[in-house]
C-alpha cells in the first residue's frame, strides 16, 4: 500500500496525464494540490513509484506516465465519484424521454448518445428477445411458398423471420395458424414455449412449429450497437493500435462477450491486459449493467485509451445505464 505521499503523487500524474497525454514533470507535480513538496522530493519519490510499477518513464530524461497498475491504484483508491454535470444529465434526461419507435433504433441511438457525452467508443449489448414477454405474434404471407414470422415484444422490440410455407398452403391455414400462434404467445415470454399446443391441423401445427423454431433461433442473438467508433482513430498516435482495435469492434461476437465477461466477473472497470482481449491492450473498458425490474437484461460501456477520464466516464456510464433500465421498465 502506498503512503499518502507516494499516493497525492500518483494521483496529481494521472490526472495530468490524461489532461495532456504529456510525460509528467516532478516540477509540474510538486506544485499540484495535495503534494505541495520540493522537485528533489517529487523526483525520488516518482523514481520509487517507478521501481514498484506504477509509472514508467517512456524517454530518458523525460517526464513519467502511469502504468496499468498505476490506473488500477488511481480507479480503486484515488477516483473519487465523477459528476454528471446538470447540462450533461438535462441531454441524457431529454434523450430518453422524446425517444420512441422501435427497441433497435433506441438502443442504436444509445450507443451514439454515450459517444458523444464520452468521445470513447461506446457498446450497447441490447437484452435478447427470448426473455422478453410477447405482446403480439402473426404470420404474415409472402408469396405462394413465402411467408414471415412478425413478433412484437413488450419492450417495444420487433422480431421477423421468413418461413417456408407447404405446398398448396391456403389462406385460411395460414390465418389460423397465425391466430394459433398468437393464441400460444401472447402474453408470455418466448423462451417459455418449449412447442405449440396442437390445433388439430396438420399444417397448422407444422407452419407453427417451423415459426417457433425461426423466431427461437434469431431471439437467441444478442443486439450489439457500437458508436463513436471515429473517436478512436484520434485517442492513439499508433496506426496499429487504431487499427486493431477498429477491426475489434467490428466483431461483434467478440464484443458481447468481452462485456458478459467482464460483468459476470463483476468488474465495472477493465484497464489494459485485464479484460483479456489482447488487440485492445492500450484500452480500457467500462461496463454497467442494464436493470430491467431488477434483472440483468444488457449491458452498456464505453471503450477508449487506459489515459481516459475514469471518473467522468464511469459516472455517464451509470447514468446512462440507470436511464435506459427505467425506459425498459416502462415500456
Same mark, same amino acid.
Given at each position: ?10 494521483? @496529481?500524474? *494521472?490526472? =495530468? ?10 516540477? %509540474? ?15 525520488? =519519490? ?12 517512456? %524517454? ?20 473519487? /465519484?465523477?459528476? *454528471? ?14 425517444? %420512441?419507435?422501435?427497441?433497435? =433504433? ?14 470513447? &467508443?461506446?457498446?450497447?449489448?441490447? /437484452?435478447?428477445?427470448? #426473455?422478453?414477454?410477447?405482446?403480439? !405474434?402473426?404470420?404474415?404471407? $409472402? ?18 423471420? /421468413?418461413? !417456408? ?10 390465418? &389460423?395458424?397465425?391466430? %394459433?400462434? @398468437? ?10 414455449? !418449449?412447442? !405449440? ?5 396438420? *399444417? ?9 423454431? @425461426? ?19 484520434? @485517442? ?5 493500435? +487504431? ?18 465477461? $467482464? ?8 484497464? #489494459? ?6 488487440? $485492445? &491492450? ?35 456510464? =451509470? +447514468? ?7 425506459? $425498459?421498465?416502462?415500456?
Amino acid at each position: 500500500m502506498l503512503d499518502d505521499r507516494k499516493t497525492a503523487i500518483l494521483s @496529481a500524474v *494521472v490526472q =495530468e496525464y490524461i489532461a495532456t497525454a504529456l510525460p509528467v514533470g516532478s516540477t %509540474h507535480i510538486a506544485a499540484a494540490p495535495g503534494v505541495r513538496v520540493s522537485s528533489a522530493t517529487v523526483r525520488n =519519490e516518482m523514481a520509487v513509484l517507478e521501481q514498484e510499477g506504477y509509472l514508467v518513464q517512456p %524517454h530518458t530524461s523525460a517526464g513519467r506516465i502511469p502504468t496499468d497498475k498505476g490506473y488500477r491504484f488511481f480507479v480503486d483508491h484515488l477516483g473519487t /465519484p465523477g459528476l *454528471v454535470d446538470s447540462s450533461t444529465k438535462a441531454t441524457i434526461g431529454d434523450f430518453f424521454r422524446s425517444t %420512441h419507435g422501435r427497441l433497435e =433504433e433506441m438502443l442504436h441511438r444509445t450507443s451514439d448518445l454515450l459517444a458523444r457525452m464520452t468521445n470513447y &467508443a461506446a457498446v450497447v449489448v441490447g /437484452p435478447q428477445a427470448g #426473455g422478453m414477454e410477447v405482446r403480439s !405474434a402473426q404470420l404474415v404471407g $409472402l408469396s405462394s411458398t413465402m411467408a414471415t414470422v412478425v413478433v412484437v415484444f413488450g419492450n417495444g422490440g420487433v422480431e421477423s423471420e /421468413p418461413i !417456408a410455407l407447404p405446398e398448396d398452403t391456403s389462406d385460411a391455414q395460414l390465418a &389460423a395458424a397465425s391466430a %394459433h400462434l @398468437a393464441s400460444q404467445l401472447n402474453g408470455r415470454a418466448l423462451s417459455t414455449v !418449449a412447442a !405449440a399446443l396442437p390445433s388439430g391441423d396438420e *399444417v397448422v401445427d407444422r407452419l407453427c412449429a417451423d415459426a417457433l423454431e @425461426a423466431l427461437r433461433h434469431r431471439s437467441s442473438d444478442e443486439h450489439v450497437y457500437v458508436g463513436g467508433t471515429s473517436a478512436m482513430a484520434s @485517442a492513439f498516435d499508433a496506426v496499429e493500435i +487504431v487499427r486493431d482495435v477498429l477491426r475489434t469492434l467490428e466483431q461483434q461476437i467478440l464484443v458481447v462477450s468481452l462485456i458478459g465477461d $467482464l460483468v459476470d466477473r463483476g468488474l465495472s472497470v477493465a484497464i #489494459g491486459v485485464e479484460h483479456g482481449v489482447e488487440p $485492445l &491492450a492500450a484500452c480500457s473498458v467500462i461496463v454497467a449493467p442494464i436493470l430491467v425490474d431488477g434483472e440483468h437484461r444488457g449491458s452498456v460501456g464505453v471503450l477508449g485509451p487506459t489515459r481516459m477520464n475514469y471518473p467522468q466516464a464511469m459516472a455517464t456510464v =451509470e +447514468v446512462v445505464s440507470d436511464h435506459l433500465g427505467r425506459r $425498459l421498465e416502462d415500456n
